[in-house]
């Protein structure tokens, strides 16, 4: 961080120092003796702006940087050079006069660069006319060789103006996150006023450029020009330096950013991962597939790439992870589990048939494998995702312990991160039902709870919070994606301490079924995520398949969330796979396997653990059970 804060010092100062050198340099007379004598600070206008003594003018200072918990840059700035012509004083120019010494100016530039530059007559005397004083810029943000030519042959009366450009080193890897900034404006042609600034500043647009703006901006520092009684610079100065903005630390880990987004990138279209340290709350990913690269919004975007990106069918602007809710599918069983067990309706040795399919009322339900299973404990229906054992406990317990609970482990409501946009997804009531549907909750809807469908809807980033609820062993922690903000100086302006929301009671008994059951969904020769077993930890999860959508469009969303080291997790994740319309996806083959590919990342090297090796060895052993092929899921 300290090697940061000091690149971010240098460039400040190398910018104040260039801007007092080279901003607003003309070709003038030296300045007369009694200049400063003659000064007066008065309000310019197009009458008196060729008289006016003095313009104190704003200097906007460069954006403080975004950083991971680390301090890897996300956000940061570089110089960048304006190519500008500075007209004569005093402007005593006629309307051709100013053209042709213009004319003269922008062709010669456009010899040095190789770019074609088109500027009109009506743009080069609206300047001249109304603030002929300062520079007027004919090609911005010079690449390298562009640049070096200018410098090699500079034609007189013309500069290179150094401005602030932000950029983003890292490209569309947390672009969604991280947001993107904009000018405020165009360059302004109109009449000069006193504290106007000297180019457009940048403000943040989305992600957590606009959340922190105010933070981010820093103080402008001021510029001050003086000129004669007959319209000749006399000084300028750079009378105060700009402060820069402060530093905004994120609780991200770029690595696991980047090896999420890279899993993701590999096997979807769209979807994200969410992973989450269980024991603090912070948030070390937060992926969303497709991205954007935030660089294409600097310093402006074309309105044909800004076109492209929202007419994109598969939404790059659209971060899946927090402002989108799916239908969760059989992940939403461990929240009917905790409920089932905690409220006592059912006990670890109580078992229930998994048959085929159940008649509730009119409709039947299905389970997802077509064979009779057997007689299961809630450890091998939870192994199995048995969607009929579900269903009969859940209605035998009823609606209420099953969304209370939700509700505890933080579903329906917002994680309350710092991004616009957030959803709090949805855990339906009788209160829902009958504004929805003009009914309570039937057995039927009851059913469909159970098992995570209906009218159910869950974010990403509340799947994975509710998984470190599990880990951790009952606390909800407030989510945090910002760890603090601090000053230039590495002196902290405002923390955002780690803080536990509530604490939930359940009991020892009920986390180990929970563990037992989600362990061996991954490990155990009947679960459905075999394809998230790692060798080098062991791995807990539930995998969830779910459909959403009007049956003609129906989609499928696939689902994988858990936590490791099992025995000691460190790591709490949700992953989504969002599917075509009518594409057969499921969890354990679409989204199990992105978990496997980031942690096989992390883990690279790493030797098996004994407790991988134990919890394959102590198994449950279901009664009657087939073979689960490693590609089947819920």
């Known amino acids: 961080m300290n090697v940061i804060c000091e690149n971010l010092r240098n460039l400040w100062i190398a910018l104040s120092i260039l801007a007092a050198q080279s901003m607003l340099l003309a070709q003038t007379p030296e300045p007369s003796p009694t200049a400063a004598a003659d000064e007066e600070t008065i309000v310019p206008t197009f009458e008196t702006q060729k008289l006016a003594r003095t313009y104190i003018l704003d200097v906007p200072a460069p954006r403080g940087q975004i950083t991971d918990r680390h301090g890897a840059p996300l956000a940061q700035n570089k110089l960048s050079y304006n190519l500008a012509i500075n007209f004569p004083t005093p402007l005593d120019f006629s309307d051709a006069q100013a053209i042709t010494f213009a004319r003269e100016k922008i062709d010669k530039a456009q010899k040095i660069i190789g770019r074609t530059l088109k500027i009109s007559d009506d743009a080069i005397l609206r300047h001249y006319r109304n603030r002929g004083i300062m520079p007027f810029e004919i090609a911005q943000n010079l690449t390298e060789p562009e640049r070096d030519s ?7 009366g013309m500069a290179l103006r150094p401005v602030y450009l932000r950029v983003y080193p890292n490209g569309k890897l947390a672009g969604q996150v991280v947001g ?20 457009p500043e940048t403000e943040g647009r989305e992600g957590l450029e606009q959340t922190f703006n105010e933070m981010l901006r820093g103080k402008h520092g001021e510029f001050k020009l003086t000129f004669d009684k007959d319209g000749r610079k006399t ?21 696991l950013q980047e090896l999420a987004e890279k899993a993701l990138e590999s096997n979807a279209k769209r979807g994200a991962i969410v992973i989450v340290d269980p024991n603090s709350g912070d948030i070390l990913a937060l992926a969303s597939w497709p991205a954007f690269n935030p660089n294409q919004f600097v310093p402006s975007i074309s309105a044909e790439q800004f076109k492209a990106l929202q007419d994109d069918p598969n939404l790059p602007l659209l971060p899946r992870a927090f402002p989108s809710a799916y239908p969760p599918g059989s992940t939403f069983k461990v929240a009917v589990g905790i409920a089932a067990l905690e409220t006592g309706a059912v006990r670890a040795e109580d078992t229930y048939e998994c048959v085929p399919a159940l008649q509730i009322g009119n409709v039947t339900f299905h389970n997802w494998k077509k064979d009779d299973r057997g007689a299961l404990n809630f450890v091998q229906a ?11 406990v859940g209605i035998r317990m ?7 609970w939700a509700l505890k482990l933080g579903f329906g409501e917002k994680c309350g991160i710092p991004l616009r946009g957030e959803v709090a997804g949805r855990v339906p009531n009788d209160e829902y039902m009958k504004a929805t549907h003009g009914r309570k909750l039937l057995n039927g809807d009851i059913a469909n709870l159970s098992i995570g469908q209906g009218d159910t809807l869950v974010t990403p980033l509340q799947m994975a919070q509710a998984m470190a609820v599990i880990a951790n062993g009952g606390t909800l922690f407030q989510a945090r994606l910002v760890q603090q903000v601090q000053s230039i100086d590495n002196q902290v302006v405002t923390a955002y301490p780690v803080r536990a ?27 459905t995520a075999h394809a998230a077993s790692l060798d080098a930890a062991e791995v807990a999860g539930k995998t969830g398949t779910a459909q959403w959508g009007p049956k003609q469009k129906e989609r499928t969303a696939a689902w994988f969330g858990g936590f490791l080291p099992a025995d000691r997790p460190q790591y709490a994740f949700a992953a989504l796979y969002e599917g075509d319309v009518g594409s057969k996806i499921h969890g354990g083959t679409a989204a199990a396997p992105m978990v496997a590919e980031v942690f096989k990342g992390v883990y ?23 073979p689960v092929e490693e590609d089947e899921s819920d």
């Open 501 to 527: 929301k509530r604490t939930l009671e359940i009991s020892p008994g009920t986390l180990e079924q929970l563990r037992s059951g989600m362990i061996a969904a991954v490990n155990g020769a009947n679960g």
């Open 382 to 392: 939870l192994t199995e995702s048995c969607d009929t054992w579900f269903y009969q």
């Open 150 to 156: 200018v410098k090699k042959d500079l034609p007189a």
């Open 398 to 404: 009823g609606a209420e312990p099953i969304i209370d």
């Open 235 to 255: 000084s300028e100065k750079l009378i105060g330096p700009p402060v820069p903005g402060y530093n905004v630390v994120t609780t991200l880990d770029l690595r």
């Open 604 to 626: 690279s090297g790493q030797r098996a653990t004994t407790t991988a090796r134990r919890g394959r060895e102590t198994e449950p052993q279901i009664r009657r059970a087939l």
């Open 180 to 199: 993107y900034s904009g000018r405020t404006g165009r360059n302004p042609d109109g009449v000069i006023d006193n504290h106007e600034t000297l180019w």
